[in-house]
């Protein structure tokens, strides 16, 4: 069943503009993780961050998380052209097996 | 590092047809391998769970002997659609986690896009 329910559901934006995508998710977890999907292809992995921490980066993505409101949020920061892609967000719960409960993900364009 | 292969990428083939495809982990070793299934512009649905040396574990609803997995090795798993049909047109991938080490991502293939005729 699907956990993480990120929002917006699109986003379209000016390249050089952040881009923040947020994500909520029911159920006590371990981590959560942010992945890429170009058109067509599998996932990239972005960021996993774990339930004891707060906030995390690498490059020009800051992710946080919450966990007192099961959310977590994913900025991207001096966007370009080539970040257009989906962004998925996905909970590893406890107890299940390292299993990951994927969001129906966003669908960001960047424009030139 | 952390490359998972799959293959192949594209099959088109006729109604009836059993279609297998490879999931390797190319520079690690993975005990759980994962197979998800991806409609047109709608989020991952996890198939089943492949374990290396043991039975896969599918999700409610997954047809065991119509999507057979095969995790032989800690590089390999492969999933065989059997008597494929229209239906089971679909964008499938794999995942692969490094064996035996806790909060660790999930390291996707490229997919594989099957046409059933």
Same mark, same amino acid.
């Given at each position: ?9 699109? @986003? ?19 981590? @959560? ?7 067509? +292809?599998?996932?990239?992995? @972005? ?12 490059? +020009?993505? +800051? ?50 | 590092?952390? *490359?998972?292969?799959?293959?192949? /990428?594209?099959?088109?083939? %006729? /109604?009836? $047809?059993? *279609? ?11 005990? $759980? ?7 047109? %512009? ?12 043991? %039975?896969? $574990?599918?999700?409610?609803? *997954? ?17 065989? *659609? ?7 047109? /679909? ?20 997919? $594989?896009?099957? /046409?059933?005729?």
């Amino acid at each position: 069943s699907q956990q993480g329910e990120e929002d917006p559901q699109a @986003l379209s934006i000016q390249e050089g503009e952040n881009a923040t995508m947020n994500c909520s998710y029911k159920t006590s977890i371990n981590n @959560l993780q942010w992945y890429r999907q170009n058109s067509g +292809r599998g996932l990239v992995h @972005l960021i996993l961050i774990r339930s004891n921490e707060r906030e995390k980066h690498s490059g +020009r993505l +800051r992710v946080t998380l919450d966990t007192s409101k099961k959310s977590s949020s994913l900025l991207i920061t001096a966007s370009r052209a080539a970040d257009t892609a989906s962004y998925f967000c996905a909970t590893d719960a406890k107890g299940a097996n390292s299993k990951l409960t994927f969001g129906k993900g966003i669908t960001l364009s960047v424009r030139p | 590092g952390a *490359v998972v292969s799959q293959h192949p /990428s594209w099959v088109i083939c %006729k /109604s009836g $047809t059993s *279609v297998k495809i490879e999931c390797r982990s190319l520079d690690f070793q993975a005990t $759980t391998m994962f197979w998800y299934r991806q409609f047109p %512009k709608q989020s991952l649905m996890l198939m089943a769970t492949s374990n290396e040396g043991s %039975k896969a $574990t599918y999700e409610q609803g *997954v047809e065991k002997d119509k999507f057979l997995i095969n995790h032989a090795s800690l590089t390999l798993s492969t999933l065989t *659609v059997t008597s494929a049909h229209p239906e089971d047109s /679909s964008f499938y991938i794999c995942s692969a986690r490094r064996a035996r080490v806790g909060n660790q991502p999930q390291h996707f293939g490229d997919g $594989t896009r099957l /046409s059933i005729l």
